[in-house]
């Protein structure tokens, strides 16, 4: 069994967002205790550090993750599929917009602003690959939820990627939905 650093209970707790005394109420210790831990100025009984972690792991449980949010399975289009078609798909689940994916690698998105855009008559003939946006963001499903409001200040949907696979999508509905 390996036991966590000082180095990473200090990494942890900053993640977290914690101060030192805030982890000390959390876990029963005094904040000295706790700075003096993480200067490695004394090394704490077993029982001091299972504290320690139990009350990260407690914070931890709190913090909202891209797998809390997202729209699972993926409702997606392939990038050789006509606008027509992924158009029709949109307006048939209420999406205004869906991941392009081959193979269940994400490539972009198309949305009905990327059809618009688009000055071509027959924009709905073309193939996805050719009107999609390709810039998209991608996270992984332990991502905190700050990161994936961070992306979507920037893009319209970000997607979540585990194994190569898409296995989410994110969009600032389901940010606001589980905010208030």
């Known amino acids: 069994m390996d036991l966590p650093t000082a180095q990473d209970l200090r990494d942890r707790r900053d993640e977290l967002g914690l101060t030192q005394s805030e982890l000390a109420d959390r876990a029963?210790?005094?904040?000295?205790l706790i700075a003096r831990i993480e200067g490695e100025d004394v090394d704490p009984r077993l029982s001091t550090l299972r504290s320690i972690v139990?009350?990260?792991?407690?914070?931890?449980g709190g913090i909202l993750r891209a797998r809390d949010?997202?729209?699972?399975?993926v409702a997606s289009v392939r990038p050789d599929q006509s606008v027509h078609e992924s158009?029709?798909?949109?307006?048939?689940k209420g999406y205004?917009?869906?991941?392009?994916v081959r193979d269940g690698s994400p490539e972009g998105l198309i949305g009905n602003s990327d059809i618009r855009q688009h000055d071509e008559e027959n924009v709905g003939e073309l193939p996805v690959a050719e009107?999609?946006?390709?810039?998209?963001?991608?996270?992984?499903?332990?991502?905190?939820i700050d990161t994936v409001d961070d992306y979507l200040n920037h893009n319209a949907a970000v997607l979540v990627?585990?194994?190569g696979?898409?296995?989410?999508?994110?969009?600032?509905?389901?940010?606001?939905?589980?905010?208030?």
Request: aromatic share 0%; hydrophobic share 40%.
């Open 54 to 60: 139990n009350a990260l792991n407690e914070a931890e």
């Open 161 to 163: 990627v585990e194994g």
């Open 165 to 180: 696979e898409t296995v989410g999508v994110i969009t600032e509905a389901d940010v606001a939905r589980t905010v208030s």
């Open 96 to 100: 205004s917009q869906v991941p392009v």
């Open 69 to 73: 949010v997202m729209n699972s399975p």
């Open 131 to 144: 009107v999609m946006n390709e810039s998209i963001a991608i996270v992984e499903p332990g991502e905190t």
């Open 87 to 92: 158009k029709e798909m949109m307006d048939e």
């Open 28 to 32: 029963d210790v005094s904040q000295p």
